[in-house]
């Protein structure tokens, strides 16, 4: 149980990496926070979390669009509300939005995905600061890509917001070592997750291909020639927010089976 006692915020919440991060807080005994937009399918999600596992008062759900200050605001307000506080932000809202070349990219496209991938981040990050310095204790766990470290064609604007994730992680870390916050990033490779497979034919399109063909091209780039899992990502938040962890700060850690290598 190494996380008894703590309490965990997810933005996106309530699917893929969000869901699977969350399971893991749970299982190791936090109480863990969800911010997504569909409240009905957030309501499900946290029947089905609460189900086995000892106690109603251990998941919320609180809806929202990670695009919206005053939501994404108000949910870390209303998770400090109902549990006192916040330990653990996990910022994992964001996508990769409308794809182009950047001779298309509209303004509003390149927009959205500083709004939904940096802003959402920055705007929960500053929030959730205000529990944790007081305190002088908290972890920030920011869901970037590998696309932050690397890039694609026609992933311009996603490639650029993934960056600069990861280059808050990087500042911030420096500015609250000391009082006792660790600040990372995660960079996942491809994960087959209810998104991809929903989005991931028009992201395929848009590269010139077909989605199995996209799927084959990730999986060839990394060593270990397959998709990563949810769970080999929750493993790693689930390291950088407990205990073991409190010696990795600033790091933005692929897990991509290889295919960064930095």
Not at 106 to 120: G, L, R
Not at 160 to 186: D, F, M, P
Request: proline share 2%.
């Amino acid at each position: 149980m190494k996380l008894e006692g703590k309490v965990a915020a997810i933005t996106g919440g309530t699917a893929g990496l969000g869901r699977g991060i969350a399971e893991a807080f749970l299982h190791e005994g936090a109480k863990v926070a969800l911010f997504a937009r569909n409240r009905e399918k957030g309501e499900r999600v946290v029947e089905e979390l609460r189900v086995g596992r000892g106690s109603r008062d251990r998941v919320a759900f609180f809806a929202g669009d990670a695009m919206n200050q005053s939501d994404v605001e108000g949910f870390v307000d209303g998770v400090v509300r109902k549990f006192g506080t916040i330990d653990i932000l996990v910022n994992n809202a964001g996508g990769a939005g409308d794809l182009q070349p950047l001779a298309q990219l509209s303004d509003e496209a390149f927009d959205e995905a500083m709004k939904w991938n940096v802003y959402s981040t920055f705007w929960a990050t500053r929030r959730a600061l205000a529990t944790m310095l007081s305190k002088k204790a908290g972890r920030i766990i920011n869901i970037s890509s590998m696309e932050g470290k690397h890039g694609k064609p026609v992933l311009t604007a996603y490639t650029a917001a993934k960056h600069a994730v990861n280059g808050i992680t990087k500042s911030l870390a420096r500015e609250v070592g000391e009082q006792g916050i660790t600040v990372n990033s995660i960079c996942p490779g491809l994960v087959i997750t209810d998104i991809i497979r929903n989005n991931g034919p028009a992201t395929a399109k848009a590269m010139g291909m077909e989605f199995e063909e996209m799927i084959d091209m990730f999986a060839a780039e990394s060593a270990i020639k397959r998709p990563n899992t949810v769970e080999e990502i929750a493993a790693v938040a689930l390291l950088l927010a407990s205990p073991e962890g409190a010696g990795i700060t600033g790091a933005q850690i692929s897990v991509d089976g290889g295919t960064t290598q930095y």
